[in-house]
């Protein structure tokens, strides 16, 4: 696949799109969104609705329209815009056929631009668009029209409350008004079951354009003004600022609005895009990587690295990242395991804040795991498999459907895929040792810690004729066979968390006896229990590698049918059809749909070289790669094993799942398109812990370089235990200058051997 069939490369931060292809339209919205944490608004033009993908998703805004799927809503669309030239229609309607638009997306500042040129005359429009850091409340817009011969134009501005909702109508109870003294109109709305309140803004100013006559036209669901306007010069040139509050971040969401509107108003576009930059500028002084040699990949990293950034709610520390982040309701804005494993790493290493704020929205969300833990006969914490605002389980227990008989398929996500809980714990162990900020684990962290091993010392058996403790009835990574035992990663993780639970219990025990007594009291936790987490961490069955170094997925694994993905798909009868449980084409092989035990070499550097070697070849031609989380694990494992080119194959296949629209939008008839945020993430891990090499554990910070021929070099700042650090990475060299204002030492190693450097130091080691 070439990309050039989906977008042309502008420079090493922009993309663009020449010219619009209709079938894509989807992945436009997702690929250009302007996003903030808070919103994300989609690649969409401003006349276009929810039949093209308009929407534009609020955080925190859960409600349940169909009694199935819990999702976030969308706001009513305040950028919406109709205009009339002497009785025609101007705007790039798809089927149409009467305007070409090109699109351009800066992955520095989240701008989104359209310009589109009429066929029959002149006309042109000019759009720019920015979710704005500095008020995450706020889209900026420039809009143009320009070559207005005829001067008189029809202006149809407003807020659009008949939106696209991926399952159910979220919004109702719709009231709309205009001030005309400030140019500010708004549209309030309220969700139906869960009763929030949504409040959309609009004020606008004409920098060019005298408006004649405004007619106010509220609808059911919307409030439009249909505005004559004179172009002056034959232009029309309108700043407009969409604001959106609702009653979840303040107890007046309209005032709220107004007064953003207003303000907004006052500053006008190009205030605000300066203030948006300075903070984006702040962001990409951590975050960025730097690729010299392949402008194409350069851009590509940019875009993984944009997404996982808005994705990610940095403001608040009461909620998730969304496995597809704020670019629809697919995956209902909920956290999967991909939040810990795949989007944080990266706030570990940068903006620290960030990834304490996310891991404390596990703690806030405690409750809701331990009632999943209660609900289904379980002590602890037992984290939900979709993680919404309250933590309570969101997956639905039918997730797809048999698309041959139309039956509902009863999936166990939900119920049997346990490794979310451990994988947290694991995650704030990583914390831990990136930041040794240990008042998080005193005050926030130990209680997840200790309420997942309960949850784990509930959920394991006991196997007297092994003499191990097991876990049975379970799903691993690999979603395709749901039902196993003894799955290889799961039991590791478990163990992990079960040793870390007690690392932190003896701590707190000698550093902070009064917390822990306290914590203890809360949690009404018992030395025994504390003393049976060490039984089950010393007895829990780890699958070894066998004779061929095998570490078997699961019990029974290797028993399965020997095939692999290109067979199976011939024996599809529909290619909708879910390829796993009960009886998915892939369920009695070992065709597996995602990283797995490849996934437990990422986490844990704890097998030999030749285990990992084996192993990966083992799996890999049988891993379908049919989750967006796997190619970035494969990568990183070849990374480590040396195999730079197959590490690179893989950078090819994860960076480019959006930007060439490679996986479905569609399956087991479930929407499941939009940003793969998991991929986002994954891609600073496949450079970082992959080409770099870099990893942290007990016993340090290391590296262990390998760059692909493709590339240069790689270039990206790092924050470790609070002091800072720059690498480099060509054919010949790896460089680590140390930053001027660091405090102390940097310790780290490379490829075994140790060093040390002081602030403003540099090491250079020939490779
Ligand atoms: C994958 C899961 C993942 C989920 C959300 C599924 O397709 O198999 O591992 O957590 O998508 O990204």
Not at 414 to 424: A, G, K, T
Not at 682 to 710: H, T, Y
Request: charged share 25%; hydrophobic share 35%.
């Amino acid at each position: 696949m070439n990309h050039e069939d989906f977008f042309k490369i502008k420079d090493d931060w922009n993309l663009q799109i020449e010219s619009l292809d209709e079938e894509q339209l989807v992945h436009y919205g997702s690929n250009l969104l302007c996003g903030n944490g808070y919103l994300g608004y989609r690649g969409t033009l401003e006349e276009w609705g929810k039949e093209q993908y308009q929407a534009c998703v609020i955080t925190d805004t859960y409600d349940m329209a169909d009694g199935k799927w819990r999702e976030l809503s969308n706001s009513p669309n305040a950028l919406t815009t109709e205009v009339m030239v002497a009785g025609e229609n101007i705007g790039d309607f798809p089927g149409q056929n009467k305007m070409t638009t090109e699109l351009d997306f800066n992955y520095k500042y989240g701008v989104f631009k359209r310009i589109s040129e009429s066929k029959n005359n002149n006309i042109e429009i000019f759009s720019e668009r920015f979710a704005s850091y500095d008020n995450l409340h706020l889209i900026a817009n420039n809009y143009q029209l320009k070559n207005i011969e005829n001067d008189e134009v029809e202006l149809k501005l407003g807020i659009n409350g008949d939106i696209w909702d991926l399952n159910g109508t979220h919004l109702e109870n719709f009231r709309g008004e205009y001030n005309s003294n400030k140019n500010i109109l708004y549209l309030k709305a309220e969700t139906g079951e869960s009763k929030i309140t949504l409040v959309t803004a609009l004020s606008f100013r004409f920098k060019k354009g005298k408006i004649k006559n405004v007619k106010v036209e509220n609808e059911k669901k919307s409030i439009y003004l249909l505005i004559n306007v004179e172009a002056e010069s034959d232009k029309i040139d309108l700043d407009r600022n969409m604001i959106v509050y609702s009653s979840n971040d303040v107890d007046a969401p309209l005032k709220a609005a107004l007064i953003d509107a207003d303000e907004a108003l006052e500053l006008g576009y190009q205030k605000l895009k300066e203030k948006n930059q300075t903070i984006w500028d702040k962001k990409w002084e951590l975050m960025d990587i730097k690729i010299k040699g392949n402008i194409l990949d350069q851009l590509a990293v940019r875009f993984n690295l944009y997404h996982n950034i808005i994705a990610a709610p940095a403001h608040s520390d009461r909620l998730p990242i969304g496995a597809r982040g704020l670019s629809c309701q697919a995956y209902q804005g909920s956290a999967f395991w991909d939040q810990e494993i795949f989007n944080l790493p990266m706030f570990l290493y940068t903006e620290t804040e960030t990834a304490k704020n996310i891991l404390k929205y596990r703690y806030h969300t405690l409750n809701g795991a331990r009632k999943k833990a209660k609900d289904l006969g379980y002590d602890g914490a037992f984290y939900a498999w979709i993680s919404g605002k309250s933590g309570k389980e969101l997956c639905p227990s039918f997730f797809f459907k048999d698309v041959i008989s139309g039956r509902k398929i009863r999936n166990h996500f939900n119920d049997w895929q346990i490794h979310v809980s451990p994988d947290i714990s694991y995650t704030i162990w990583k914390y831990y040792l990136a930041t040794k900020d240990i008042d998080f684990v005193v005050d926030y962290g130990s209680e997840i810690l200790f309420e997942v091993a309960r949850f784990l010392h509930s959920r394991v058996h006991y196997n007297q004729y092994k003499d191990k403790y097991e876990i049975i009835r379970l799903l691993g990574p690999d979603e395709y066979h749901e039902n196993v035992d003894n799955n290889a990663f799961t039991n590791y993780q478990t163990q992990f968390a079960l040793k870390k639970a007690l690392y932190f219990y003896y701590k707190m025990e000698n550093e902070y006896p009064e917390k822990l007594l306290d914590l203890k009291n809360k949690i009404d936790l018992t030395e025994s229990e504390v003393t049976a987490w060490q039984q089950i961490s010393e007895k829990i069955y780890l699958p070894q590698p066998d004779e061929n170094r095998l570490i078997e997925q699961f019990d029974g694994y290797f028993d399965l049918e020997d095939t692999n993905a290109e067979v199976l798909k011939e024996r599809l009868i529909d290619k909708e059809e879910y390829w796993g449980w009960p009886n998915g084409v892939a369920v009695f092989t070992q065709v597996i749909k995602q990283a797995d035990v490849i996934q437990l070499f990422t986490l844990h550097d704890i097998f030999s070289e030749d285990v990992l070697a084996a192993n990966y070849d083992y799996y890999e031609p049988r891993t379908q790669h049919g989750s967006s989380l796997s190619p970035s694990q494969y990568a990183v494992i070849a990374a480590r094993l040396g195999r730079a080119e197959e590490a690179y194959d893989y950078f090819k296949k994860s960076a480019f799942i959006d930007l060439m629209s490679t996986n479905k939008a569609v399956s087991g008839g479930t929407f499941i398109g939009g940003v793969h945020t998991a991929a986002a993430g994954g891609i600073w891990q496949l450079i970082i812990n992959g080409f770099a090499g870099m990893k942290i554990d007990r016993k340090g910070l290391s590296f262990k370089p390998v760059l692909c021929q493709e590339w240069e070099e790689i270039e990206f700042k790092l924050n470790y235990q609070a002091k800072k650090f720059n690498v480099t990475l060509d054919q010949n060299m790896f460089k680590l200058k140390a930053a001027a204002g660091n405090d102390e030492a940097l310790e780290f190693s490379i490829f075994e051997k140790e060093y040390t450097v002081d602030a403003a130091e540099e090491i250079k080691i020939e490779l």
